[in-house]
Each structure stands twice: as structure tokens, then as C-alpha cells.
């Protein structure tokens, strides 16, 4: 059973991603892909270089990420233009990964893949199930300002570029809201995999 994870920012994927894993799933990640994809002074950094001028990229040939998203967070057509760069190649890994591991586990087996992008992607038709991961945008807020030392007014900018959760929460099969503690969070993914396994034989939204 393929599953994709995606939320907002800051609102704990990766945390339940890791949970699902402990729980059994295989787990695979679009940010973990485009870390591979993205290989200093590879084809890929290259375009983005060429795409964006040589500040984006560091005296060793890798992303100055800080660089990067200073530029594509506030211009939506420069996100635009780097996604048209990175994506098909993220993807292409991805698939490969899935179709690798698909052939030698039993059908029901969860394979979640995290995908913060899913929707705004328009890559719901991959999945037989979708979780979304959610918070209040206060809490995004916090949680980015403290992880990435960013003040509110570039924390809400991050925000903005993606769908609202509600947005996201109202296309998903399973809905994760993020706002407690760790003991909380772990309580709520037991529950989701139990389900997850219960739904396994069901008939698949991409059916």
C-alpha cells in the first residue's frame, strides 16, 4: 500500500514519518531525494546555478540553501523555476525507490513517502492513501522561527508558500493534528497505523 505523508510547515511530517517507520513501514522522502539529486557540481546544481547566478552555490560547489531561499520564498515564479529544475529528477528517484522495494514486500505493507509538496504538485494520483499533518499557525510559526532562526515576518512568508493545512486536510484520508506533546503525537500515530493496516484491503482512492 503506497501512502504519501504531507502537511504544513513546521508541523511534525517528518516526526510522524519517522513513527510510521518504527511501526514497520518503509519510509522514503522527497527532501531526502533532492539532497541526493542535488550533488555538488552535478547536472542538477549546475541548472540551478545557471538558473538563479553563481551566489546560490558555495565556494565547494554545493546549494547555499540560505541563499536560495532568500530568492524563491518571496517569488513565486522563481519557485516556480527552480521546481521545473529539481522536481523531475526528485521524482524520477523516488519512483525508482518505490517500484525497488514494491516487488519484494507483500502488498498490504505501508510504503509512506514524504512529499511536503503533494498537493501543490499535483501528486495525489500516486497514492493510495494521504495523511496530512497539521498545526495551528501559531505553532507553525514558533516551531520555524526556533528550527531555522527566522524572524515571524519571514516565517509567514515560508507559509505562504505552500497551501493552507485546511486546504490540504480537506483532499486527505487521514488527518494528524500536531499541536501536543511527543507522547500525544506517538498515541495518534499508533492509532493511524492500526487503521492504515485495517484499511489495507480496502479499495484504494487511486483505483
Same mark, same amino acid.
Given at each position: 500500500?503506497?501512502?504519501? &505523508? ?104 505501508? &510504503? ?63 488527518? &494528524? ?31
Amino acid at each position: 500500500m503506497l501512502v504519501g &505523508i504531507t502537511g504544513g510547515i513546521a508541523s511534525g511530517k517528518s516526526a510522524v514519518t519517522r513513527l510510521l517507520r518504527e511501526r514497520g513501514a518503509v519510509v522514503f522522502s522527497a527532501d531526502e531525494a533532492s539532497r541526493a539529486v542535488l550533488t555538488a557540481r552535478g547536472p542538477i546544481l549546475k541548472a540551478i546555478g545557471e538558473a538563479f547566478g553563481p551566489e546560490v552555490i558555495t565556494g565547494d560547489g554545493t546549494l547555499d540553501r540560505a541563499a536560495l531561499g532568500s530568492r524563491i520564498f518571496a517569488d513565486a515564479e522563481a519557485r516556480d523555476r527552480l521546481n521545473r529544475i529539481v522536481h523531475p529528477a526528485i521524482l524520477r528517484l523516488l519512483r525508482a525507490q518505490i517500484d525497488a522495494v514494491r516487488e519484494d514486500l507483500p502488498v498490504k505493507t505501508p &510504503i509512506v513517502v514524504e512529499v511536503p509538496l503533494l498537493f501543490e504538485t499535483n501528486l495525489s494520483g500516486w497514492f493510495e492513501r494521504i495523511i496530512v499533518v497539521g498545526a495551528s499557525e501559531s505553532t507553525q510559526i514558533a516551531r520555524l522561527s526556533a528550527r531555522n532562526g527566522l524572524d515571524e515576518a519571514k516565517a509567514r512568508e515560508r507559509l505562504k508558500s505552500q497551501w493552507p493545512v485546511a486546504a490540504k486536510a480537506e483532499l486527505a484520508d487521514f488527518v &494528524i493534528w500536531n499541536e501536543g506533546s511527543l507522547a500525544d503525537l506517538e498515541m495518534a500515530v499508533e492509532r493511524l497505523w492500526e487503521e492504515l493496516n485495517e484499511r489495507a484491503s480496502e479499495r484504494p482512492r487511486n483505483s
